[in-house]
């Protein structure tokens, strides 16, 4: 199983960004789908997570302003983040779970500056 993260770059402040995790096999196998993300010399935190099609959380930092979603029929799960903020650049991490093992994607670099 492979995931790759896509959809990074560079945004100012206050624009909209949609990163894209894309499986090599079915995603409709995953129990969930989450996307984290790591911020230059600081540990990594969650961003988001998707059970199912609905059933969704986030990390009170991007809470109201991110959206999370997958496409069981393109094999891809999504993440809409809006209102960027230069506390929101980081590499950004898709991990999805099946049956006990986590596969993790290899990031993607998503920076917020003007």
């Known amino acids: 199983v492979q995931l790759q993260a896509s959809g990074g770059g560079l945004v100012p402040p206050g624009g909209s960004l949609r990163l894209s995790c894309a499986a090599s096999?079915?995603?409709?196998?995953?129990?969930?789908v989450a996307w984290y993300r790591q911020a230059p010399g600081k540990e990594r935190e969650f961003v988001a997570s998707i059970a199912g099609l609905t059933s969704t959380k986030y990390g009170d930092s991007v809470k109201g302003r991110s959206t999370i979603s997958r496409d069981n029929a393109q094999n891809t799960a999504y993440l809409q983040m809006h209102n960027l903020k230069p506390e929101d650049t980081g590499v950004y991490y898709c991990?999805?779970?099946?049956?006990?093992?986590?596969?993790w994607g290899q990031g993607t670099l998503v920076t917020v500056s003007s």
């Open positions: 991990v999805a779970n099946r049956r006990g093992d986590n596969y």
């Open positions: 096999g079915s995603m409709s196998s995953f129990n969930w």
